[in-house]
């Protein structure tokens, strides 16, 4: 499955973005989607994951409360509404999917199979 993440940009701190992660190739109605971002110099960071369902969601802790993860099985699309947006947020965002054998999502980014290109969100201060 190929995943092509978008909507990123540069935006002041306290704005919103939405970001989509869209599926080709094969759906992903059936995989848990998750959400990592990697700021330069850091590692990558779990942000927002996703039950196959959509019924469970998590998220990590410098996000919960701002951001929700949501996704529209009829069109393939997992979306990151990312509210309050924080110099911190500044990263590039990848979407991920795991494999259609779990029915939940994973905090960890070794258990995603399958990863968007990324899409580059910058907030300034």
């Known amino acids: 499955v190929q995943l092509q993440a978008s909507g990123g940009g540069l935006v002041q701190a306290g704005d919103s973005l939405r970001l989509s992660c869209t599926a080709s190739?094969?759906?992903?109605?059936?995989?848990?989607m998750g959400w990592f971002r990697q700021a330069p110099g850091k590692e990558r960071e779990f942000v927002a994951v996703?039950?196959?369902?959509?019924?469970?969601?998590g998220y990590g802790e410098s996000v919960t409360g701002r951001f929700t993860i949501s996704r529209e099985h009829a069109e393939n699309t997992v979306y990151l509404q990312m509210n309050s947006l924080k110099p911190e947020d500044t990263a590039v965002y990848f979407c991920?999917?795991?494999?259609?054998?779990?029915?939940?999502?994973?905090?960890?980014?070794?258990?995603?199979?399958?990863w968007g290109q990324g899409t580059q969100v910058t907030v300034s201060s």
């Open positions: 190739g094969r759906t992903v109605t059936r995989r848990p």
């Open positions: 996703i039950s196959q369902s959509g019924d469970s969601r």
């Open positions: 991920a999917a795991r494999p259609p054998s779990y029915s939940l999502g994973s905090v960890f980014a070794s258990d995603f199979d399958s």
